[in-house]
């Protein structure tokens, strides 16, 4: 079964065409007109095994803020998708990634529950032209519209491009994890019948 999904975005303020694969090589191809985003997507891509285009124009003459936002409300619906009636998949999925000094944890539940915390002190609100407070932004969205419980930790670190970066590692791998079909499971992991 092919876990895969499309999704377009249009706005007065961006345009985004976005597609999805869960059961992929790594590939992306990145067209976000935010750099540092786009960075962090590719990261996401590749140590998810996922496969990811993304096309996105938005008002970055103004910030970074709505593209960055858009990109991820489109990921997660994108992601919602592809995953279907979620049968057999394994839905939890926990992952810790260094990155240098910096070590971040990521937990995820496919639960049909919204929600993020996240427990993240970044040492600088920027990183290049990037705003940091939109990584939180980012992943807001993207656990709202995929309906998960998304949990980041980043335990310590001092770089901030190191701590983002471990966030985003540990974020795919926590996906790939939560995403993988488990054989042993019958139906979806819930005693009420339905994620």
């Excluded at 600088?124 to 709202?144: C, N, P, Y």
Aim: glycine share 8%.
């Amino acid at each position: 079964m092919e876990r895969s999904a499309s999704v377009e975005r249009y706005t007065g303020e961006t345009q985004i065409k976005l597609a999805f694969d869960i059961d992929g090589e790594g590939q992306s191809n990145l067209e976000t007109g935010v750099p540092f985003m786009t960075h962090m997507l590719d990261l996401f891509t590749k140590h998810g095994q996922f496969n990811l285009t993304v096309d996105a124009k938005g008002d970055i003459e103004v910030d970074d803020h709505h593209t960055t936002e858009d990109i991820g409300i489109c990921l997660g619906q994108a992601l919602r998708e592809a995953l279907g009636d979620k049968r057999g998949i394994k839905r939890y999925g926990n992952a810790f990634v260094p990155m240098d000094e910096a070590l971040a944890q990521v937990v995820v539940d496919l639960s049909n529950r919204p929600h993020l915390e996240m427990r993240a002190e970044f040492p600088s609100q920027k990183v290049g032209t990037f705003d940091t407070e939109l990584v939180h932004e980012f992943l807001w969205k993207l656990a709202l519209e995929a309906r998960m419980n998304l949990h980041v930790i980043v335990h310590y670190g001092q770089n901030t491009h190191h701590m983002i970066e471990a966030v985003f590692k540990a974020l795919a791998r926590a996906l790939d994890e939560a995403t993988t079909i488990d054989p042993r499971i019958k139906g979806v992991p819930s005693t009420k019948g339905m994620l």
